[in-house]
């Protein structure tokens, strides 16, 4: 389940949507974890991805504006880029992305892409609770490693734009909007036509309360993401807008299409879940936390499940005793 409405105070984790908000202690629930992260299985292959050799990048990729062979050393480490990001708590993705980035650095260790895999594991292991582009959801230092790493990648080869655009993400998180914004206009001059300058670029505009122009910026990414991973990250984006615009009615719309792209996922019922508990909508939660763990449970999901149970039977006693007054 994604944790985009939840976030830590003290010992207390809040959940906030719509003007709605729902608290409670750790120890409410026994064996709760502080985070509630979604879990996805291993990437669908992707046919632009070789073993070895060279990768072949389109016009519609993420990595090029034309037709190109890229070095044997980057081919394997967009390689384990793409295990990581898109899969950043499944244990045996980033194994397999581990062992893919190490066959890189034994070709070419300065190899810029191997740097922004780091960039991403270390700010995964970083990660508490919250959506990845806000300051609180690591742990203190965590993002300042992730952009050192970063600069080992602009370091390496100052003229691969996608450096820049991760950089960027990096420091929208530092609220650092004027850095930034110059990171993002530096990887546009150097493609314009690239995943991630839309994405983080549609992530400013969003932080920036401009709302209309991340929405676009949403819009163009989605053109030139290349798997379904990078499509996930663009409508959890959209979700995200219409949560902060107050679209109630968007959202739900997003969480219901997920269902229907992916209904045999249980991250799909249990995301969906989530947003119903957050909107005080629990027992609706209860029935669709039921039919993630139907599908496969996870911890986030069993989690949910006692959550949302225990905050209806909280509220049948207020309305009885409501009753009896």
């Known amino acids: 389940m994604k944790v985009d409405r939840a976030w830590i ?13 729902i608290s409670f202690k ?29 990768i072949e990048q389109k016009v519609d990729g993420p990595d090029g504006p034309s037709q190109k062979n890229i070095p044997e ?31 890189a650095r034994q070709i070419n260790a300065l190899e810029a892409e191997i740097f922004l895999t780091e960039a991403i594991m270390v700010l995964q292991d970083g990660y508490r609770i919250g959506p990845w582009y806000k300051s609180n959801t690591y742990n203190a230092g965590t993002v300042d490693s992730a952009i050192y790493k970063v600069n080992g990648a602009i370091n390496s ?42 994405l983080y670029k549609g992530t400013l505009s969003m932080e920036e309360k401009r709302y209309s122009e991340a929405s676009s910026c ?3 990414a989605n053109t030139f993401a ?5 499509k996930d990250i663009i409508r959890g984006r959209k979700k995200d807008l219409a949560k902060i615009s107050g679209n109630i009615a968007e959202a739900e719309r997003l969480y219901l299409d997920d269902i229907s792209e992916s209904p045999d996922s249980q991250y799909s019922y249990g995301n969906y879940a989530g947003f119903l508990l957050c909107n005080g909508r629990f027992e609706e939660a209860i029935e669709y ?3 993630a763990i139907n599908i496969a449970p996870y ?19 207020c309305k009885n005793n409501q009753m009896q007054i």
């Open 218 to 220: 949403y819009d163009t």
């Open 73 to 103: 050393a980057r081919s394997l480490a967009l390689k384990a880029y793409q295990l990581a990001a898109e899969n950043p708590f499944n244990a045996e993705a980033r194994m397999e992305a581990l062992e893919v980035l190490d066959q």
């Open 289 to 291: 936390y039921t039919k």
């Open 157 to 198: 080869d100052p003229s691969y734009y996608k450096s820049y655009a991760i950089q960027a993400w990096f420091y929208i998180i530092k609220s650092d909007f004027d850095k930034a914004e110059k990171l993002l206009d530096k990887s546009y001059s150097l493609e314009n036509t690239n995943y991630y300058y839309w």
């Open 26 to 54: 750790r120890n409410e629930i026994d064996k709760i974890e502080t985070s509630q992260r979604s879990q996805s299985a291993l990437p669908r292959s992707n046919p632009k991805i070789k073993e070895a050799g060279t």
């Open 299 to 317: 911890p986030a999901a069993l989690i949910g499940l006692e959550f949302a149970k225990m905050k209806n039977n909280a509220a049948a006693k």
């Open 9 to 21: 105070e003290g010992d207390v984790v809040i959940c906030n949507q719509f003007g709605g908000e």
């Open 226 to 230: 290349s798997t379904e991973g990078m």
